[in-house]
């Protein structure tokens, strides 16, 4: 009985995941072209997401209490709520990546940073990557995913002191800059989440919790 | 409208039971719904069995025993002059240890579907094998029909037990502690088939196990000491229940 309740949950959270993965392309896609459309889309899209999380966490609370599960079962559904709370965050930080999109629309193109778009294309995959390990049950991919947060990290370092010595000099540029930066710090809290949905997801196929531990190890 | 499933199919109206002096129910009033599985929990001794043999007039039998309240089955008093036999074909009841009779395999299922006037043995077959499938025993038993039931295991006479219930198409189905007697993996059985049957029947479900009615039932109920303390949708019961009482036992800290 409680298996057919755990596939119901599984399809729920994929459904979410699929939905913030769209969100998450959108946003970055409206900040890349310009597009207040699909800005606007996005932070529309949210109350969705809020919705599925009330919903993911419901039943996980009824499961728990009335099947009192115990090994996989237990994990699954304790990492269900974890899981439905990042993706949640994730779906939130499109919001917020699509309102700093619709913040760059009153000024004038600022170039690009060649590595915005790269960074974008890393904390994508990362998301789409850890939804399939979540499918699969796959914990090498999910230990791998984790592993790529560290260089999202580091070009947001680099990202976050060069665009600072550029604002430094140019001045007139201070209030798109700050939301170009905002942007970056968005990307990078972004591949924070995938690689916690990533823990959450070792966690689950092989009961080690990794969290506190070093990505190298 | 309300639909099917909404529909109340035995309605309890301030019902007390009395052995002798003794009151062994106090005030019960609660609607069961059509096509639901109704768990009752509680302590030993808290009325469970007293009150879900009260629903086919099981306690007409014992001595000293005295009612007052109503009990309305699809609308109707059930009263003194009810028909007590056409009644339990309709509320149908297993009990904590199976009782198969002393007659073969195929005699304990197709009893019921006789004295529901069919005779004719094709169909007596078809009744036969189609309710030993719906319970899962048919595999088990095919070749040893015209056995008795006593080289079963206590669970597979159970099956049978609840096989040869259904057999009269009963409206509504009560179970009295039905895993009693059983292990794990036969209450596994016993529980999953319960979640099935709610599709042809209304089931009633009486368990001192706490999880156990939490797994099956769709309402629960928690009686102590006689009293219906919280009824309601189990998973409210069993996340967030309304009385202290109800929360102690569900937590185990009472009982």
């Not at chain 2, 339990?88 to 009779?101: A, D, H, L, T």
């Not at chain 2, 094998?129 to 070749?143: A, D, M, P, Q, T």
Request: hydrophobic residues 40%; negative net charge.
């Amino acid at each position: 009985m409680l298996q057919a309740e755990i596939k119901t949950l599984q399809h729920k959270l994929l459904e979410m995941g699929g939905l913030a993965e769209q969100m998450l392309r959108q946003a970055i896609e409206s900040v890349l072209t310009r597009d207040e459309a699909l800005a606007r889309t996005v932070i529309r899209t949210d109350d969705k997401i809020d919705q599925f999380e009330n919903e993911i966490e419901t039943l996980c609370i009824q499961l728990i209490a009335l099947h009192q599960p115990v090994a996989f079962e237990l994990r699954f559904l304790t990492m269900a709520l974890k899981i439905s709370q990042n993706i949640e965050r994730l779906a939130d930080k499109s919001v917020a990546i699509a309102k700093r999109s619709l913040e760059l629309l009153q000024y004038p193109p600022v170039k690009m940073f060649v590595d915005l778009p790269y960074v974008a294309q890393v904390i994508q995959t990362m998301v789409k990557d850890v939804l399939d390990a979540f499918v699969n049950r796959n914990a090498e991919l999910a230990l791998e995913i984790r592993g790529r947060d560290d260089e999202v990290d580091e070009i947001y370092e680099r990202m976050h002191d060069e665009l600072l010595s550029i604002l430094g000099e140019h001045p007139g540029l201070i209030q798109p800059g700050i939301s170009l930066l905002l942007v970056f710090r968005h990307f990078e809290r972004v591949g924070d989440l995938a690689a916690n949905i990533s823990e959450e997801v070792y966690y689950l196929v092989k009961g080690d919790i990794i969290r506190h531990l070093d990505t190298d190890c | 409208m309300l639909s099917e499933k909404e529909l109340s199919i035995l309605s309890i109206r301030n019902l007390n039971i009395w052995y002798g002096e003794k009151q062994i129910l106090n005030s019960l009033s609660f609607e069961v719904q059509q096509k639901q599985v109704t768990a009752f929990i509680g302590p030993a001794n808290c009325g469970k069995s007293t009150l879900v043999r009260c629903l086919n007039r099981l306690n007409d039998f014992i001595p000293n025993f005295r009612s007052t309240g109503e009990i309305l089955f699809n609308g109707i008093h059930l009263g003194a002059s009810t028909d007590t036999t056409a009644l339990r074909k309709q509320i149908g009841m297993v009990f904590r240890k199976p009782i198969p009779f002393r007659c073969s395999i195929y005699e304990n299922v197709a009893y019921g579907a006789r004295i529901s006037g069919i005779n004719q043995s094709a169909h007596l077959d078809t009744v036969v094998e189609e309710n030993l499938r719906k319970v899962g025993l048919w595999n088990e038993v095919e070749n040893i029909l015209d056995e008795t039931p006593k080289q079963l295991s206590i669970g597979h006479q159970q099956l049978l037990c609840i096989a040869r219930a259904l057999a009269v198409e009963p409206e509504i189905l009560i179970f009295d502690e039905p895993c009693g007697e059983l292990d794990p993996i036969e209450t596994v059985k016993i529980e999953t088939l319960v979640r099935e049957l709610k599709n042809d029947c209304t089931l009633i479900f009486a368990t001192n196990k706490r999880r156990q009615a939490a797994r099956v039932s769709d309402i629960a109920g928690f009686l102590y000491c006689g009293e219906l303390i919280e009824f309601g949708a189990t998973e409210k019961i069993f996340t967030n229940p309304q009385d202290n009482r109800t929360e102690q036992y569900v937590t185990g800290r009472l009982g």
